[in-house]
């Protein structure tokens, strides 16, 4: 099982990203997938979620509005559009796969690092 996450960087205030998460070695159609963030000395927050199907969204208070998570099945992907970046933004962003409740069927990407400063 792989989840690889690319996108990352250094963005200006203001500007804008677009993390992908690919997915391998697992039925990705049938897993909800998440994006998280974490910073130093804090845990891992959860940033936006999409069910297996892609028919329901949900987002933390803090990036309504900004941030769009996506996926795309048949290439085992999914995505996380990122507009209108804040410093606190800054952070490693993480991909998660989980089937359903399942707690061993739960898998997590490498991080990929986001820093927003001008």
């Known amino acids: 099982v792989h989840l690889v996450e690319s996108g990352g960087g250094l963005v200006q205030p203001g500007g804008s990203l677009r993390l992908s998460c690919v997915a391998s070695?697992?039925?990705?159609?049938?897993?909800?997938m998440k994006w998280f963030r974490q910073t130093p000395g804090k845990g891992r927050e959860l940033v936006a979620a999409?069910?297996?199907?892609?028919?329901?969204?949900d987002y933390a208070d803090s990036v309504k509005g900004r941030f769009t998570i996506s996926r795309n099945n048949d290439k085992m992907t999914v995505y996380q559009q990122m507009n209108s970046l804040k410093p606190e933004d800054t952070a490693v962003y993480y991909c998660?796969?989980?089937?359903?409740?399942?707690?061993?069927?739960?898998?997590w990407g490498q991080g990929t690092h986001v820093t927003v400063s001008s």
């Open positions: 999409i069910t297996s199907t892609g028919r329901d969204t």
């Open positions: 070695g697992f039925t990705f159609n049938m897993y909800d």
């Open positions: 998660n796969a989980k089937l359903g409740a399942s707690r061993r069927y739960d898998y």
